[in-house]
Antibody
C-alpha cells in the first residue's frame, strides 16, 4: 500500500536550518510529483512546495522562496525539504503528499518543526 | 494568487442532519477543486476531486458540486465518524486551501 513517512522535524532556533525527509513506498515513485504542505498549530493547511516527478520543476510559496529548497532522489524514493533561515512563523507540522493528477490522494502523517529561542 | 473562502468556519449538527459547506474561489478554477477531511492529529484524507468525483472508498453520503467559483460539499446524513474539519483546495494554479470548516456535535 502507498506510504509516505516524514522525518527530520525538531526544535531549532530562529535563523537555523533543518532538512526534512519524505520516504515513499507502495507506488512507482519516479512517476509522481510530491508536495510539501504545512499546518501551524491550531491553524489551516498551507501549501509550501512542489517538485515534479523528475525534479525538472520546483515551485514554492512566496513566504519560503529563497529559504527552502525541495529536492528528490528517485533512486532512493525520497523527497527532501531543506529549510534555512527559519523563522518563528515556520513552526508547523509538515506533510508530504503524493500528487495524483493535480491534487493529492495520499499524505504522510507529518513531522513537527518548532522554531523557538 | 487564487484565494479560497469557506463558509461557515464552524457548525454544530446532529447525527442524521444534512450538512452543506460552501467554498468560493477568487477567480474561476473550472472544476479543479478537491475536498479533504481532517481529524485531530491526523493527515488530511481526500474525499472528492474535480469538484464532484468521489474518491474510491469514500461513503456515498458525501457529494460535491459546483464549477467556476462556487462549490459545495454536502453530507446527506451526518454520521458520528464525520465530525472533523473539512478543507476545500483549488489546484488550478499551484494549491490553495480554504480556511477550514469544523463540524462539531450539537
Amino acid at each position: 500500500q502507498v506510504q509516505l513517512v516524514e522525518s527530520g522535524g525538531g526544535v531549532v532556533q530562529p535563523g537555523g536550518s533543518l532538512r526534512l525527509s519524505c520516504a515513499a513506498s507502495g507506488f512507482t515513485f519516479r512517476s509522481f510529483g510530491v508536495h510539501w504542505v504545512r499546518q501551524a498549530p491550531g491553524k489551516g493547511l498551507e501549501w509550501v512546495s512542489f517538485i515534479r516527478y523528475d525534479g525538472s520543476d520546483k515551485y514554492y510559496v512566496d513566504s519560503v522562496e529563497g529559504r527552502f529548497t525541495i529536492s528528490r532522489d528517485n533512486s532512493k524514493n525520497m523527497v527532501y525539504l531543506q529549510m534555512n533561515s527559519l523563522r518563528v512563523e515556520d513552526t508547523a507540522v509538515y506533510y508530504c503528499a503524493k500528487q495524483s493528477g493535480r491534487y493529492s490522494d495520499y499524505w504522510g502523517q507529518g513531522t513537527l518543526v518548532t522554531v523557538s529561542s | 494568487d487564487i484565494q479560497m473562502t469557506q463558509s461557515p468556519s464552524a457548525l454544530s449538527a446532529s447525527v442524521g442532519d444534512r450538512v452543506t459547506i460552501t467554498c468560493r474561489a477568487s477567480q474561476s478554477i473550472s472544476s479543479w477543486l478537491a475536498w479533504y477531511q481532517q481529524k485531530p492529529g491526523k493527515a488530511p484524507k481526500l474525499l472528492i476531486y474535480e469538484a464532484s468525483t468521489l474518491e474510491s472508498g469514500v461513503p456515498s453520503r458525501f457529494s460535491g458540486s459546483g464549477s467556476g467559483t462556487e462549490f459545495t460539499l454536502t453530507i446527506s446524513s451526518l454520521q458520528s465518524d464525520d465530525f472533523a474539519t473539512y478543507y476545500c483546495q483549488q489546484y488550478n494554479s499551484y494549491w490553495t486551501f480554504g480556511q477550514g470548516t469544523k463540524v462539531e456535535i450539537k
